[in-house]
Structures are given as C-alpha cells and as structure tokens.
C-alpha cells in the first residue's frame, strides 16, 4: 500500500491548546507521524511518496472560500498584530449574533472560524495544513488511477473542520476534500466511514444535505464526550441528504464486541448505499490507552479491523485522523493496514 506524506507536515509544531481548564501542549504533535513511519517502514507496508502540489480549488468548494483564506493568513495577522506563541480564540459569536459580520480583529477571526481552543496556529501552521491537504488529494488521485487502496498520512488531520469552522486540531477536512476530488473524477457515490472515537461533526456538517456522500461514524456518545453538540443517533441528514447520514454512539468503556457489532452494522448501511470508493477516517483514539478517550481496543483488534474494511472489496482510500498514544499509535494504524492487505490477499 502507498503512504503519501510530505516533511512539511510536521512544521505546525510546539502549538499549545486549552483542555480541561488549563493550557496544555498539544496532543495532536508531530511524533505521530513519526512513530507511523517507523512502523511503516519496518514492517514493509509499501512506498512512502511525496504529495503532489495541489490548487485550493477543491477544497474551496468544500469549505467557504473566505475560510481558507483566513486560514492562508491567520499566523500572518496574528503577528501584525505583535503576537507570539500560540494564536487561540478566547471569544465566540453567541448563536443568532451577528455571525454574518466579517470583523477586522485576529482575536475575533480566531473566534469567528472555530468551535473551540484547541486548534491553535504556529508559525508553520497553514504549511503543514497545505501539505496535508495536498497528501489527500494525491492520494485520492492515485486511486483515480487505478490503486485499489491508498494511506492519506494527514497530519494536522480534519474531520472537525467544517464549512468554515476549524475545531479539535482540525483546519481543512481533508477526507471531505478526498470525496469531492473523487466525485469530480466521476465516481457517483462515495462513502465516508469516521472509525474516529469522537465524532466527525465537520464532515457531517459539508455533507448533510447532500446525496452524494453517505457519512457513517461510530463515536464516543456527544452527551459525555467531544464534540458535544453533534453526533447523535437522529442527526440522518436532510433534504437531498436525508438517510444518508448515520451516526452510531457509543458508551464509556466500549469493548471490542461492542464496537465490533457496531461496525458490522455500518458496513451493512455501505453495502445498501454501494459506493464507488470508501474513505475511511482513520482514528485509532479507540485504543485503551489513549489520553483523551475512553474505549478499550487492543492492540489485536485493529488488524481485524482492516481485515472487516476489506471485506467491501471496494477501492479504499484511509485518511489519518486522531489517536494519541503516541508510541502505540504507529502500531495500530498499520495493524489496520495489515489486517486490510492480508484479507485482500486470501
């Protein structure tokens, strides 16, 4: 299986975020993707290629243009402004407030374009985004091609992001981007499954109105757990997009048998929709010993997992999204993989 990850990745570094009442190095750093392509390499899963450079057209018709660019520019204006560190919001627009007025001030834009105090920038912030948008689309586009199976490397990863809101480390939905290249090439129908233990609430956000892009996502229940106001189970989509959105929550402490049966249910809901390609957003923060989350999969069961993704024996296109256990999560990322390349090779 092809890798696509570009050095760039790593410059949105030394970033702090606000969790659990104090400001705390960010969790999301730069030793997951070195610890994936360690594991990459030592097990032999295949080629590990540079992305090719990519326009922001696609993602500008995923996200709001005006998003992007205020992506594009956010370190710039915070240092205009005589900033250092980290540039984080500390303000919000209440809901039915005023959110339609673009202000001039960084603090306010900060605020403006997120839901929370995680997703801080640094110095090499919007380098990293780009290269990690860029990794997806090439990715996307070597199945394009003919690849029966792609691994997206994105890091800062996206399924918070959405229209124009970045949130939980999350600045472009890279796997949104993915999907709307792939429609664009021709394929009529594409799956989204978000294996993430919080919720894809950026990707069902872009997609629920829409027919085109089912979204399944088994998640941590948002009553106790990020994102909180969004993933639950009678969130199905609407308009064009009705039933097409199905959202699985789960309770603290989920087992493999539990979420085991969980996904078995989703890939039922894919098989009815039967699309032309899947993406998976790949988070394995459902491992037992992930800072953040509170499942319990081992270290066995992420190579049942792949083994289950390809039992579709559809094109398969994996986005990296979350896991935190940062010297595991290199280990269970390409354990999906292996349990995926073995299945396909029976």
Known sequence: MKTIFSPRQQEHQGQFEFYNGAV????????????????????????????????????????????????????????EAGRTGTALPYAWPARGRYKDVAPDSIDALLGLYSIDASTGFVEGTWEAVKASHDSALTAADLIIEGEQACFALCRP????????????????????????????????????????????????????????????????????DYPFFAGYADERGSGNGEGYNLNIPLPDGTDWTQW??????????IRQFGPDVVIISLGVD???????????????????????????????????????????VGVNVVGVFSGYEEATRR
């Open 260 to 269: 085991d049966r969980a996904l078995e249910f989703a890939l039922g809901g």
């Open 24 to 79: 705390v190095e960010g969790y999301e750093n730069t030793s997951r993707a070195t610890f994936i392509l360690s594991r990459i390499e030592e097990v032999g899963l295949g080629p590990v290629l540079a992305p090719r450079p990519q326009s922001l057209e696609t993602a500008k018709r995923t996200h709001s243009p005006a998003y992007v660019d205020f992506l594009a520019s956010a370190w710039q204006l915070w240092r």
């Open 157 to 224: 990863p996206g399924h918070h992001a959405g229209t124009d809101f970045n949130g939980g480390y999350c600045f472009l939905n890279n796997a949104a981007i993915a999907a709307q290249r792939l429609l664009d090439a021709g394929a009529s129908r594409v799956t989204i499954l978000d294996i993430d233990y919080h919720h894809g609430n950026g990707t069902q956000e872009i997609f629920y109105e829409r027919g085109d892009v089912q979204v399944i996502s088994l998640h941590a229940d948002p009553r106790n």
């Open 286 to 328: 459902t491992f037992e010993g992930d800072p953040i989350s509170r499942f319990r999969l081992s270290h066995s069961h992420f190579p049942l997992i792949g083994a289950r993704l390809a039992g579709l024996a559809t094109k398969t296109l994996f986005v990296l999204e979350g896991g935190y256990a940062v010297e595991d």
